[in-house]
């Protein structure tokens, strides 16, 4: 298939004049197709098309397509449905009356050329320098990020089903891809009895001595088919079919394979005591490779994948203006101050702690010129080496840092840190009854500078603030510490973070959990509508260039998102009070 880009076609006159008829006051579909059409053109989509076929749709027309979609939440099947009895919908599109629109199936083949290219983020980043360009965004203002879970579109599995759908996805995917090889290599009448159904929980025997001999058989099945296709008589292509691979991995995550006294090869469950991989390369499920178990807190739990939205974040007008500006708002549509416009979207998988995303979001906005003077976090994305590395960059991380975890700071008694004086010129450090300390060593903790400050027994033995101090039984006091600057800033922000000033400037941060839930009702962003990563991405991003567009068109007609939702009475209140 090929491209001949042409980007976003002329509007037919009697299309024009049917749906101005029928929206006299537009639409959000019409608005997305007069304000920002520039957005939706074919070039940026070049390097996924090739120069010679028979040419495709236009990947300009279906991009705006999906972010109505989006917009709406609606499904494939629904979406291309609206093309065709929708009139603003071929009003966007530039399609005559009469055009019988196109194929479902057409989405998910671009979604799947999108992925394929790294063009998840094309429309999105986009959109973003269109706002950009009209002043609705800039860099150097305020912007604040928080993250939620994201449920992948595949079952929940146990590690017992995760075994059998293993062997079921590679014997599904060979009798397709090669069905004579599979023939020649296993008792095709056996295994589809025990294959042919998914594996699932409730179909299994209810005892746990049964449920072990089918662990064993399952990792039986897996070895064997795992042995045919890696044997040297095996075609190589056979060992690139992506469940093949993935059967073998979960061979490797589940079982042991050990050879007994009598020379005998004994297939063992992996347990505890066995080791199994971390979480972040544990497979959990042999139809999405990208998606990983996790936990937040007591109460989820959750397989799939994890979203940090970030969107810019303004203080409320005054009151007062906003009630005056009532009286001839029609004369002021669109005129005010844009807000809450998303500025990115990072998506991983969902073993990824938020301290990770950090450094990549803000990077991510300094390469489109929006990043912020003040960057609003919760308290799990902070760390001292990431506010240093900011403040460089003229970003002030406004998040809640982790307090002293010592002993004596976690029960508040005794000296913590912050008791003792360090004199970085000398290399030593002054405890709460003068003494100093004897030993002053650089390390590398989990790949970090740190500094590990000693105080000599001798010195801590006599003391009569000894058991203030340290519970240790060597009787000393040992301190770590990071580099003089990434201390002196961690301090800075422990101590800023108590004032009264700082919460109530923090307080700002909450509103970005309210972009998460209008993401939740309008997109359904914490459930996955495609498999693996690369699509996910697009889904995200897809629906954070929808939300932009709803935001923008608000601000087209209705003026700022941002006012106040009092009533002219509690209005008149406040004046009154004031």
């Not at 590690?159 to 009798?175: C, H, I």
């Not at 495609?530 to 939300?547: D, E, I, M």
Request: proline share 5%; aromatic share 6%.
């Amino acid at each position: 298939m090929s491209m001949r880009p042409v980007g976003l076609p002329e509007i037919p006159e009697q299309t024009v004049v049917v749906a101005r008829a029928a929206f006299p006051k537009g639409s959000l579909a019409i608005r997305a197709r007069d304000r920002p059409a520039e957005v939706f053109v074919d070039e940026p989509f070049t390097e996924a098309f090739g120069v010679r076929g028979a040419p495709g749709l236009s990947p300009g027309v279906l991009s705006l397509v999906m972010v109505l979609q989006f917009a709406e939440g609606l499904t494939d099947r629904q979406a291309a449905a609206m093309a065709v009895r929708a009139i603003d919908w071929k009003y966007a599109l530039g399609a005559e009356l009469t055009d019988t629109g196109f194929d479902a199936s057409v989405l998910c083949r671009l979604r799947a050329r999108l992925a394929d290219n790294g063009m998840e983020r094309v429309v999105f980043d986009r959109l973003l320098e269109h706002c950009k360009d009209a002043g609705l965004v800039a860099a150097g203002g305020k912007q604040r990020t928080d993250s939620t879970h994201v449920i992948s579109a595949v079952r929940d599995l146990n590690r017992l089903e995760l075994a059998g759908e293993s062997v079921r996805a590679a014997l599904e995917a060979l009798a397709v891809a090669a069905p004579a090889w599979l023939a020649g290599h296993i008792n095709v009448t056996e295994f589809a009895e025990r294959y042919g159904p998914r594996v699932d929980g409730w179909r299994m025997p209810p005892s746990q001595t049964k449920r072990d001999r089918l662990a064993q058989v399952f990792g039986q099945d897996a070895i064997a088919l795992c042995r045919a296709a890696w044997a040297d008589d095996a075609p190589a292509w056979i060992r690139e079919i992506e469940a093949v691979g993935l059967l073998r991995q979960v061979l490797a995550q589940t079982y042991i394979v050990r050879t007994d006294a009598r020379g005998r090869q004994v297939i063992k469950k992996r347990d505890a005591d066995d080791g199994v991989p971390p979480g972040q390369l544990r497979l959990a499920s042999p139809y999405d490779s990208d998606a990983r178990w996790a936990a937040k807190g007591d109460d989820l739990f959750w397989m799939g994948y994890k979203i940090h939205v970030t969107e810019t974040c303004t203080t409320l007008p005054d009151a007062d203006a906003d009630a005056d500006a009532d009286a001839d708002a029609d004369a002021d549509v669109g005129t005010g101050v844009m807000s809450n416009l998303i500025t990115d979207v990072h998506t991983t998988d969902a073993t990824v702690p938020d301290v990770k995303a950090t450094a990549p979001i803000q990077r991510k906005l300094a390469e489109h010129g929006v990043q912020p003077g003040e960057h609003y976090l919760d308290s799990g994305y902070p760390s001292a080496d990431l506010i240093t590395k900011a403040l460089k960059q003229g970003i002030r991380m406004v998040t809640p840092v982790l307090q002293d975890h010592s002993d004596q700071a976690k029960a508040a008694e005794g000296f913590d840190k912050n008791a003792f004086t360090i004199n970085w010129k000398t290399r030593q450090v002054r405890c709460p009854a003068g003494r100093t300390s004897s030993h002053w060593n650089p390390v590398k903790q989990h790949g970090k500078d740190a500094i590990v400050i000693t105080f000599s027994v001798l010195t801590c033995r006599d003391c009569p603030l000894q058991k203030q101090c340290t519970t240790s039984k060597t009787g000393r006091r040992m301190l770590t510490l990071r580099p003089e600057e990434l201390h002196e800033n961690l301090a800075r922000a422990r101590a800023e973070q108590k004032t009264d000033t700082w919460k109530n400037k923090y307080a700002l941060r909450a509103g970005v959990e309210g972009t998460i839930n209008q993401a939740l009702d309008i997109t359904g962003i914490r459930r996955a509508r495609y498999r693996g990563l690369p699509k996910v991405r697009l889904q995200h991003a897809f629906s954070a260039t929808a939300l932009n567009v709803i935001r923008l068109d608000a601000h087209w007609t209705t003026g700022p998102l941002n006012r106040p939702r009092t009533s002219r009475l509690e209005r008149l209140s406040y004046r009154l009070s004031a």
